[in-house]
């Protein structure tokens, strides 16, 4: 029997091997979401888990990386929907790669108080279509929704964006 | 077409439904193309860089990018816990917790209300 047909039918052994497969797959689509590595492997570990939850509804004629990778932005989805996205980089880290001025600084404070005050969904589709350089179509296949409304979702983030920019004084 | 249009609408009618019409297409064209017209790409890429600025690209900052463990072991205990859980554990864990105030609500209602009971059950 073939691997996904095993894995639907409630096989352990076939789990595992897609597991081992594809758990670093997900934890880098997951990691560049949520931007902190042990969430990112929490969060992989219950994307799994709900994978294996849900392998009677999975159709072994249908494509397993997509569905997969649906499941993880879920997850990822409902972490951002539980916790801000504002999570703190490593100031050595960034301090390292710009020299700064003070105004820079704030205009990065702002726009990271910004961009964690954006709806997740929004946050999401801005997070990968902007900083990560997804494809509006890859985006779209991740959330299930068209292309046309995954850039839609962008617009409207960046429109966001700027606005509360300007509410708090900074202009982009 | 157009003769029955101008039959049937006054100029001022025809002259807002055109508007109308044109702000509609200009409005699907915005939502279906949003960074097109000049002045937006160049308010894409400057947010884009601002926000590339505050957020480096995870990939291009370390190896946090890429999975330093196997978590198979994490799964495997994950899958062990819930085979050992007992119905209490499970129910806690699975349940919605809104499932339970619904519970606890229409336990309430029976307590207080005995009455309600067969309209409970009819509803059931």
């Known amino acids: ?172 | 077409m157009t003769e029955r249009w101008d039959k049937d609408m006054s100029a001022k009618e025809y002259k807002n439904g055109m508007a109308k019409g044109r702000r509609e297409a200009s409005a699907e064209h915005a939502a279906q193309n949003p960074a097109e017209r000049p002045d937006e790409k160049a308010e894409f890429s400057e947010i884009r860089g601002k926000l590339r600025d505050a957020f480096p690209p995870i990939g291009e900052l370390d190896d946090r990018a890429e999975l330093r463990r196997d978590l198979w072991p994490e799964m495997l205990r994950r899958l062990e816990q819930s085979r050992g859980l007992s119905w209490r554990e499970v129910a806690l864990r699975e349940v919605p917790w809104f499932d339970w105030a619904l519970l606890a609500v229409s336990g309430a209602a029976v307590l207080f209300f005995p009455a309600l009971i067969p309209a409970l059950l009819y509803h059931l």
């Not at chain 1, 047909?5 to 979401?33: C, H, K, N, P, T």
């Not at chain 1, 492997?41 to 159709?59: I, M, S, Y």
């Open chain 1, 1 to 172: 029997m073939e691997l996904l047909q095993r894995f639907a039918a409630g096989d352990l052994d076939a789990f595992e091997s897609l597991f081992r497969q594809y758990q670093r797959d997900v934890y880098r689509w997951i990691v560049r979401i949520v931007r902190d590595p042990s969430v990112a492997e929490d969060l992989t570990v219950e994307t799994f888990w709900r994978v294996h939850k849900a392998h009677a509804r999975f159709d072994p004629e249908a494509k397993f990386a997509s569905w997969l990778r649906r499941i993880a932005t879920n997850v990822a989805l409902d972490h951002l929907r539980r916790r801000p996205a504002y999570v703190e980089l490593p100031e050595d880290l960034a301090a390292e790669q710009r020299p700064d001025c003070a105004v820079q600084q704030e205009t990065r404070m702002a726009l990271r108080r910004a961009f964690a005050e954006l709806p997740p969904k929004l946050r999401l589709v801005a997070q990968l279509g902007s900083i990560e350089d997804d494809t509006y179509s890859e985006i779209a296949e991740a959330l299930g929704i068209s292309a046309a409304a995954a850039r839609v979702r962008m617009f409207r983030a960046v429109r966001l964006l700027r606005k509360k920019l300007q509410k708090s004084g900074v202009h982009p």
